[in-house]
């Protein structure tokens, strides 16, 4: 059995279906091919002929997984399955040719053996008669008796080898359906867990946003919205997990700034490794501007991964990113670090999920991060490897084939923009919040509330549509899991009704899955929002549906002039409060621009250095330009 006609049936049904799952069982087939294959050759007495057929097969079966690791690529890089079948034809005549040979050798050794047993046979059964026909009785009888003394245990232990074979299947069936079960489980659950934390963190934004505030108090939401975020993402960890193994995991490729995004990194890390006194080496491309295909967030999500991990266990010494091109538009990635380095049995399973050794237990976290890397970079079409000694540091690596965009990148601020006040004069809305859950109606109703939009609210669809024929609403935030009627259908009857003079519908929901937003955007919803929503979000959607225009905090006002301008020799004379340093340059690092806002409000009323600095930053601020934050941190003295 080599394996060969399983390996084509899966390589021809991902090609068509784009399924991972259909990868992983050609590659199977043909891994399985190429060992039988080798040991084929291995056994003695192999002649000429058989050796010529087993070459011109394995040459065949090379194609065949070049052309399903091209396949891989060219998915990962927005093809589609007909680009990929017209790129990777094989021809199979070679392969059938080598079988025909095969089995001819094989029929022509079976015959020639039965042939020489039954000659051998005959012999000696001539020899029996002519010796003597009692003796020949007397030997059959005795053949009897030894044979069927020999044959029960042998029939028994074929019945056992039987029944354990079926327990084996019935034992593998029930952990690939249980298996399943737990992902399907832990996917669905994503609604579960992500709706209850749209209350925590929705309340936690309006109070912060609500003002009047002790510090006391404020620095309790800040603690509230930074456990939150940690623990959704522990959440997202495990759900990407789900969403891997049931084979929901999607790529969500578009056009970026491959130079961008490395820089984006590297500020990220500089700083960090600053804090822990360690070396940052950058070693990156040298263009100014690559623009290419891909996956931005899962390439940043697996290098801010490694990279992590690479500060986390390095005491001293220096964290390196390399970033070269090679061939083909294939892209080379290096994460090396001088620390603790991974002991030969931890490394065997360092890619399996939730696996840690004891330096991974001691540091915390979930043991997901480089189970998740791995499965993003073979998902993007490459594979993910790891070179490490116990004491002598580590380093990760991988391939990705990133081809060159064919439209130039538009800048997106990844930022949360300025904090909205109000509708700016002359501006009136009047939306409804239809949501099963009270708090989330609440939440959400709060936030519109807070910057004059007129709010009405329903329990479920049936009510929406009914308030909707009844009152003239301008946008409708619409949830799509609700009982008595769904909101998939709540959208359809609206549509159906109002046509296009009906209201914007921005659909809302804790799904996970970047499928579900076309679904809904194709229903006919204008915009999705994913719980826990963001204020900013809420409010930009509402700006680019209706076209409205809001008055902003005085703290995020363009500032054409600061007053005092700092040389760098200022700042390294300056320093503030190391708690209110750190608080800062975590913000500033993950955007959160609500937090930026307080922890400047706190600086402002410290004074002195804390005062000067707040104004030296607010144009910063202002561009949300937050790598350079990042640079004038690193300057102070609390660096």
Not at 40 to 67: C, F, H, T
Not at 219 to 246: A, V, W
């Amino acid at each position: 059995q080599f394996g060969y006609g399983g390996g084509i049936h899966s390589f021809k049904n991902y090609v068509l279906r784009h399924n991972a799952k259909y990868f992983e069982k050609a590659k199977s087939h043909f891994e399985h091919a190429e060992k039988t294959i080798a040991a084929y050759r291995s056994i003695k007495g192999v002649g000429e002929v058989e050796l010529e057929a087993l070459e011109a097969l394995g040459v065949v079966l090379d194609k065949y997984v070049k052309a399903l690791l091209t396949a891989q690529a060219m998915f990962a890089a927005g093809k589609l399955s007909n680009e990929a079948d017209i790129a990777i034809k094989v021809d199979d005549t070679p392969a059938f040719e080598a079988f025909v040979v095969l089995e001819n050798v094989y029929d022509d050794m079976t015959s020639r053996t039965t042939d020489k047993i039954g000659a051998s046979i005959a012999k000696e059964l001539n020899t029996l008669i002519l010796s003597l026909s009692f003796a020949f009785v007397v030997i059959v009888f005795f053949s009897v008796i030894i044979a069927r003394s020999m044959t029960k245990p042998l029939e028994a232990a074929l019945d056992k080898a039987k029944k354990s074979q079926l327990d084996l299947e019935s034992s593998r069936e029930a952990a690939e359906a249980a298996n399943l079960s737990k992902s399907t489980f832990l996917a669905n659950m994503s609604h579960e867990i992500r709706t209850p934390m749209n209350a925590i963190l929705g309340y936690g934004q309006i109070l912060v946003r609500g003002g009047d505030l002790t510090s006391k108090q404020k620095e309790g939401l800040e603690n509230i919205n930074k456990s939150g975020n940690h623990l959704l993402g522990l959440i997202n960890d495990i759900l990407d997990i789900s969403k891997i193994e049931s084979g929901a995991m999607e790529l969500n490729s578009s056009s970026f700034d491959l130079h961008s995004a490395i820089r984006w990194i590297s500020s990220m890390f500089s700083i960090r490794c600053e804090e822990k006194r360690l070396t940052w080496v950058l070693k990156e491309l040298d263009e100014v501007r690559v623009t290419v295909q891909g996956d931005e967030g899962k390439l940043k999500q697996v290098l801010i991964n490694l990279l992590g991990n690479a500060v986390k266990f390095t005491k001293k010494g220096k964290i390196e990113l390399t970033v070269e091109k090679g061939d083909d538009n294939f892209y080379r990635f290096e994460v090396k670090d001088d620390g603790l380095g991974i002991d030969s049995s931890a490394l065997r399973n360092i890619f399996e999920p939730f696996r840690q050794d004891q330096a991974g237990r001691q540091e915390g976290g979930t043991g997901l991060g480089l189970a998740i890397s791995k499965k993003h970079i073979e998902l993007m079409g490459g594979e993910l490897g790891v070179d490490s000694q116990l004491g002598h540091g580590s380093r990760f690596y991988f391939t990705l084939p990133l081809y060159p965009a064919e439209e130039d990148v538009i800048a997106s601020s990844e930022l949360t923009g300025p904090d909205v006040l109000r509708l700016a004069a002359g501006f009136n809305v009047r939306s409804l919040v239809v949501d099963d859950n009270r708090f989330n109606r609440d939440v959400l109703s709060q936030t519109l509330l807070s910057i004059g939009v007129e709010v009405d609210q329903a329990e479920n669809g049936k009510i929406a549509l009914e308030m909707a024929q009844e009152h003239t609403y301008d946008i409708v935030f619409m949830d799509m899991r609700m009982p008595v009627m769904r909101g998939e259908e709540a959208v359809a009857k609206i549509q159906e009704k109002f046509g296009k003079d009906g209201p914007k519908v921005v659909a809302i929901t804790a799904s996970v899955f970047s499928h579900q937003k076309i679904n809904f955007l194709e229903m006919g919803c204008h915009d999705f929002l994913s719980k826990p929503f963001q204020t900013h979000l809420v409010f930009q959607s509402m700006k680019n549906l209706l076209g409205l225009e809001y008055e902003y905090k005085e703290e995020f006002k363009e500032v054409a002039k600061v007053e005092t301008v700092l040389e760098p020799a200022d700042l390294s004379m300056m320093s503030i409060p190391n708690d209110l340093y750190s608080q800062l340059k975590e913000a500033v690092e993950f955007y959160q621009v609500t937090q930026i806002e307080n922890i400047m409000n706190k600086l402002k009323q410290q004074g002195g250095d804390s005062k000067v600095l707040a104004g030296y930053l607010q144009p910063y601020i202002n561009q949300y330009n937050m790598d350079g934050i990042l640079e004038i941190l690193g300057k102070l003295k609390n660096a």
